[in-house]
């Protein structure tokens, strides 16, 4: 398979289809290599990644339980129990953020989505490697409480939560090519 088919058979595989083992050191700096040429204007590398892995996912997974309950005391028990479970499934959770500098000639929205390019090329470098992935935002990516014990500065924003792991064989099969004609056309002036 060439690259070009390799980059498309990519697609975001749910957490509970991801399994041991995750990748290990030499990969994720592999990953990391390809995740930093993302464009850039300005040379800003806004982009910032935690690991969690082993024993910190059980603290990470009672983080986003307490934060979801200090959001809403009555969030219903099967949502805290996907809270509780998901870091739990994937070997590898990476929170994904971007520190934003005031820069006269790079607004925030270049370096958004200067981070954004960087998480797609993770995720195919990821995939590139042989595992899974998806990347996930919800309420506990905007959350405060959540960014603060992460370690997040005051001018860094969280882009949410990247799962990684080997897929698993119940994985469901990939879902038909969208077509490509209602979101391209070619613009006459």
């Known amino acids: 398979m060439n690259n070009f088919d390799a980059l498309l058979a990519r697609r975001s595989i749910p957490v509970q289809y991801l399994t041991d083992p995750g ?28 690991l969690i892995r082993g024993a910190a996912r059980t603290k990470f997974s009672e983080l986003l339980v307490g934060r979801a309950l200090a959001r809403d005391p009555a969030t219903p028990a099967p949502q805290l129990d996907k809270l ?24 925030e929205i270049e370096q958004l989505l200067a981070a954004g390019s960087a998480a797609m090329n993770l995720l195919n470098a990821f995939h ?13 990516s905007s959350d405060p409480g959540v960014a603060a ?23 469901p099969p990939a879902l038909a090519r969208v077509a490509r004609a209602p979101f391209v056309e070619e613009w006459r002036g």
């Open 149 to 171: 014990a992460l370690g997040c500065q005051p001018n860094e924003r969280l882009l949410g939560f990247m799962y990684v792991g080997t897929i698993s064989a119940q994985a």
């Open 23 to 50: 990748p290990d050191d030499a990969q994720l700096a592999a990953a990391f290599e390809l995740a930093l040429r993302a464009p850039d204007h300005g040379r800003l590398q806004p982009w910032h990644y935690r």
């Open 84 to 107: 509780r479970n998901r870091p739990l499934q994937a070997p590898l959770v990476i929170a994904l953020s971007a520190v934003l500098r005031q820069d006269p000639k790079v607004p």
């Open 128 to 140: 590139l490697q042989g595992f899974g992935a998806i990347w996930l935002t919800g309420p506990s």
